[in-house]
């Protein structure tokens, strides 16, 4: 049983640019999170969601950051205009259940 | 609102040794999760332990086990017999039932002396 996936593992943007992060939970998982850590630090939850649905976006900056999860394909956080301050390492997590989170490897992303 | 404390921002201990890493939390619910997850190098999050605050007896994973005391809201990990592999990022986490967001500690960062 593949584990959650996240792709790309690394992503470089210029400021201004857009950042697409994608998340694949784990087979049988409907539930997607989405974590921002930033350097030394715990992880900062952001969003999460079901199928086509947007459960709990508390922790989601109010602008230029938006998420998905389409009935088909994988789950998308959506960064626009990137600036220098949203260099961080960005985890997905996915759960059958809403207890027990099992993580991506993360994508990292650094903006110039 | 939800805290979770790790007043330990490193820790180091000898192969083979044991070693306890320390958790506080704040919460007014009864009913929650808590975790510890560990982060290496490569950064991968991963999941170590987990307690249901229901549960009066300590949760174990082979060489890990952990304490947790509701009342005084507190959550340690003790890692026995300690190995190189064990040298990480230790992340206490806090999950409110029906809440579905971790809530997680600053980290501790474990050495493992040969």
């Known amino acids: 049983n593949a584990g959650v996936m996240q792709n790309p593992r690394h992503l470089v943007r210029r400021r201004g640019q857009e950042a697409r992060l994608r998340c694949s939970p784990m087979k049988g998982h409907s539930h997607v999170y989405w974590y921002r850590q930033l350097p030394e630090e715990g992880l900062k939850f952001m969003v999460y969601?079901?199928?086509?649905?947007?459960?709990?976006e508390s922790g989601m900056p109010k602008e230029r950051f938006s998420a998905e999860f389409p009935k088909e394909g994988p789950s998308i956080l959506r960064i626009q205009q990137v600036v220098r301050g949203d260099s961080a390492a960005y985890f997905c997590?996915?759960?059958?259940?809403?207890?027990?989170?099992?993580f991506g490897p993360g994508t990292r992303l650094l903006v110039l | 609102a939800q805290t979770v404390t790790q007043s330990q921002p490193e820790m180091s201990v000898q192969e083979a040794e044991t070693v306890t890493l320390s958790c506080t939390y704040d919460t007014s619910e009864s009913d929650y999760y808590l975790f510890w997850y560990k982060q290496p190098p490569s950064r991968q999050m991963i999941l170590v332990i987990r307690?249901?605050?229901?549960?009066?007896q300590n949760a174990t994973e082979n060489r890990f086990s952990v304490n947790f005391q509701k009342a005084a809201k507190s959550f340690s990990l003790k890692i026995s017999d300690s190995q190189l592999g064990d040298a990480a990022m230790y992340f206490c986490a806090h999950l409110i039932q029906g809440a579905q967001k971790l809530v997680f500690g600053q980290g501790t960062r474990l050495t493992i002396n040969p």
């Open positions: 997590a996915s759960s059958a259940r809403v207890e027990t989170q099992y």
């Open positions: 969601l079901q199928k086509e649905n947007i459960i709990d």
């Open positions: 307690q249901e605050a229901y549960k009066q």
